[in-house]
């Protein structure tokens, strides 16, 4: 059976996999038009860069699928530079904006004002049917198994059955999704379709640095992967490392300077520097966000590559339910 499209606004996917929107640095230009290219729906990172380092990104984008396929930009709502990083991204008539970790009302309007559709990343069905009212063209259901900053304690598919339920809207799964099976089961259950974060890290086109990539190829056991609270004031899924072990518990490590890049921080260490550092190279004192289940990841392939093997086994989750059915 041949997997459907995900259609979002005037958006239609041919492979129903939307790649998560990565900072500071991991999902810019490269890696959203290799997945736009690959038949998916691709987002640059908005956080932690400057607005005009962001516009080019969009503009080489384009460039990069010769103005075919579909590019989003993701913005963190805990940025202080928020509206001006989302309103400029507006102004370059990016396919969709789309933001987490906190939720924002205004965007709506900003969505109306220019004429681009609006996606909330929500954790919980009273925040999907909120973001509906509020005018969303999708609703992002990011569950436990996810990398970077948490919303929930909840794993994805206890969340999922109630977001799907209570909006009208198209709803993608998000948090742990990693295989063809995984896309097959989130559509079983009534998803328009999935984003994927992880998974796209460890891709030949993703725009961080090679030893960050190896970092994720590296990683073998879950006992590798740990919670910590980072300055926003959530928990954050990250590779264990010299960084993380320094931050543990309450400790706090000294701020060199302060980039004033949070509307709320904990002054306990500076995520921003942490998450430069990570994709600079230093994969030993950055911070390494990452997915529940990166352990899975075997080597670093091409993005299509990454698309045909998602393909091929959803194709395969299908035969073997219909095998199921006729015996």
Known sequence: MTIPSLKIAHMTAPVPVMQGGMGVKISLSNLAA???????????????????????????????????????????????????????????????????????????????????PVISIVSSAKLAKLAERLGAAAIVVEGFEAGGHLGTDRPLFDILPEVIEAVNVPVIAAGGIMTGYDIDRALRMGAAGVQ???????????????????????????????????????HGRAIRNAFTDSISGDNKLKIDKCHDCLKHCSYRFCTLDSLLRSVEGDVDTGLVFSGARVQEIKEILPVQTIINNLVREYEDAQQQQEIAVNN
């Open 34 to 116: 290799a997945v736009a290219n690959a038949g998916g729906i691709g987002i640059i990172s908005g956080t932690g860069i400057p607005i005009e380092e962001m516009r080019a990104h969009i503009r080489r984008a384009r460039e990069l699928t010769n103005g075919k396929g579909y590019i989003g930009v993701n913005v963190l709502f805990a940025m202080n530079h928020f509206p001006e990083t989302i309103k400029a991204a507006m102004e370059e008539k990016v396919d969709f904006v789309i933001s987490g970790a906190g939720f924002s009302r205004d965007m709506y309007a900003w969505g109306r004002e220019y004429g681009v």
């Open 196 to 234: 994927m974060g992880t998974r796209f890290v460890a891709s030949v086109e993703c725009d961080a640095p090679d030893v960050f990539k190896q970092k994720y190829v590296e990683t073998t056991e879950d006992t590798e992967v740990v919670l910590v609270k980072t300055t926003v004031g959530l």
